[in-house]
Every structure is written in C-alpha cells, then in structure tokens.
C-alpha cells in the first residue's frame, strides 16, 4: 500500500502505560530511587507525564508533572489522573513547561525526568536492540520527532551494537515531524536550526518548537545518512487510518507520522522498493481517542432490532455507505 514491499511496524503501545516512554521511565525511576529524591517532575505533552506518573507511584515517590493547558490528550491525562499526580498547567507550550522544570530540578529533592536525564536514552535505547534481535538490521528506521530524545537513544543503542562486533552494518534513520512542527527537519534541509515559536500540529505528542536534542538529531541524520521529513496533518491522520483498517493496528497520530513519512519517502524516492523499512510507532490509539474518533466510522445507533438488522444487510451488500452518528 505504500509502495515498499518489506515495511514492520515497531509497536510500542504494548508497553505496560502504552507507548515507548516505559523504557526509559523504568531506569530513570530505579536512578531517582537510588539518589534519595522524594519526588520527580517532567514537562509533558503527554505520554511522558502518564509513563513517570506509574513509575514514580510503583517507587514510592511524589509525580509532579507541568504540562501545557489544553495540551494534552484526554488519554493521557487520563493515566496522570488516575495515578494521583500533581498536575500543574501553565498557559504557554511545551517549551514553557520545560524552562519551569529547569528550574525545579535545581532542588535535589525533586528529580527531573524529561529526556534530559541520561537515564532515560538509556532506556529508549533498547528498542534498537530489539529490532535487531528480531530482524537484523534494516535499510531504514522511521521514527517520529518531537523532543528528539528517542532517535538520540535509537542512535546510541544501534552504535553500541556495531562497536561490540554484534552488527556490521547501520540503518539510515528517517526523522518524521509533523508540518506545524519541524523545526529539525527545517534545520537539516537548510543547514540552520531556527527554534519554531508558534507550534500547531493534531500530533501533541510531537508538538514541540524547541526540541532539547535537536543537536544530536542533526547528527544522527549526518551519520546515519538519513534524511528527515514534515508530513501534514491530513497525512498523519490518513496514515492512521490505513495503518487501522489494513492492521488492525491502532496507533496515537504522532505515531502515524512515521508511517506517512515512509509514504511520503518512497514518492520522493528516498526510500526504494525493495529496502527493509521499520517504522517506530511510539503509543497506543487509546492514548488520544479524540483523534480516533474524528474519523469517518461505521457507525450504527438509535433503531430496533429488525432496523437494525436491515440496515448491517443493506451495508453488507454495500447498498448504503453507513457512518459514523446515522441515525433511522
């Protein structure tokens, strides 16, 4: 359907809170454990805050999480609701939230756990040990990117592989952004990285205009002699949807990213037919089900038995197109 012939999907929405921020979380808590801190703090769009919130509770610490007001998936705060967290909005994105937890983390008794903690790349960075565990090493690795933390730990995981001698090869790394925010892929393709202010994207999980690593995704790119890519929203959410209805694979919208960058790669002929391509799906659907539902479904409701019973037979036979709110 994209035009590759060998395309996995790397799914990190089987995680245990559902998407690739576990891996990292689960050191980084263990290191907060073993330093004494009481309490720790991120800045999130989401899938970080709901990842430190179950670690931090499982250690027997305080999650405090600082988050961009109305910036974050129902999903998500969901999860940080449920695991008793501190929740403190600040109206302002992403970039603002972080420049707070800068501050905080000043205070050792309050342990800061967004990807500037080593901790956390190293252990994000076993999701490139496990794709080489299960498939060797691919021609290419799509991944999205927001805070640039997770190609960072990619690259440094697939790196020590080659230096221990276990790979003779490395994979080109494809770094999908989202159109509203890409100030990487703008810095790679025009050799200046300008930090993007105002930043406008379905994918919150990526809408980031100041990423942290964005130094080292530059240099991933450079060794890897990858390339880097915006797709829109309506290529984000497309990408979804076919990677749902073609799968049965349900992935949050940043995840989509890297699937409609492997599309939008092949098109460009970046990416050739017959080249192995893993594309990383960071979480799971269920994280922003607001954009799930934003799709056109199949939807029945509001009729009896015998109407309804007419109505699955008349869409069998494909006499109707049925979706999603129809009533009768």
Known sequence: MLGVNNLYVKYEGSNPTGSFKDRGMTVAISMAKYL???????????????????????????????????????????????????????????????????????????????????????????????IVDELGVPDWISIPVGNAGNITSLWKGLKELMMAGLISKLPKILAVQADGASPIVKAFHNG???????????????????????????????????????????????????????????????????????????DLGIIKADELVVAIATGSALKDPESALGHEVEYLKSMDGEAAAEAINRLVNNDVDIRYGSTY
Request: hydrophobic share 45%; net charge positive; glycine share 8%.
């Open 36 to 130: 004494g801190a009481k309490a720790v703090v991120c800045a999130s769009t989401g899938n970080t805050s709901s990842s430190m919130a179950a670690y931090a509770r499982k250690a027997g610490l305080k999650p405090v999480l600082v988050v961009p007001k109305n910036g974050v998936a129902s999903g998500k705060m969901a999860q940080a609701v449920l695991y008793g967290a501190t929740v403190i909005e600040v109206n302002g994105n992403f970039d603002l939230a972080m420049k707070l937890v800068i501050n905080l983390a000043k205070d050792l008794k309050v342990y800061p756990l967004n990807s500037i903690n080593p901790w956390r790349l190293e252990g994000q960075k076993t999701v490139g040990y496990e």
């Open 192 to 266: 200046r990285y300008v930090p993007q202010v105002s930043v406008e994207t379905i994918a919150s999980a990526i809408k980031i205009g100041s990423p942290v690593h964005w130094e080292r995704a530059l240099k991933v790119l450079k060794e890897s002699g990858g390339n880097a890519l915006a797709v829109s929203d309506l290529e984000i959410c497309e990408a979804q949807k076919m990677l749902a209805r073609a799968e049965g694979l349900g992935v949050e919208p940043a995840s989509a990213a890297s699937i409609a960058g492997v599309k939008k790669a092949v």
